[in-house]
């Protein structure tokens, strides 16, 4: 199984159980699901940010294509 990777290349498998293995090494195997929560929070906060300015984006637009008679 090949991961493409745009800068370095495909990933085999062997590069990928590698690259577990010094993570694992690295943080220990308690500090990892702690580091996936800190990972899942950020990515919740990105889309809710990302949400929020889609919805105001979009509620701008309506604002601004109402005519003039509207607005008053």
């Known amino acids: 199984m090949e991961i493409p990777f745009a800068l370095i290349g495909p990933l085999g498998t062997t590069e ?3 690259i577990i ?14 580091l996936m929560r ?4 950020g990515i919740r906060e ?9 919805q105001e984006l979009e509620q701008g ?4 294509s109402k005519s003039p008679e509207e607005k008053k």
């Open 16 to 18: 990928t159980i590698l």
């Open 46 to 54: 990105f889309n809710a940010a990302k949400s929020n300015l889609k």
């Open 38 to 41: 800190g990972i899942g929070q």
């Open 61 to 64: 637009m309506k604002e601004n």
């Open 21 to 34: 293995a010094a993570i694992l090494l690295l943080f220990g195997g308690k500090k990892i699901p702690e």
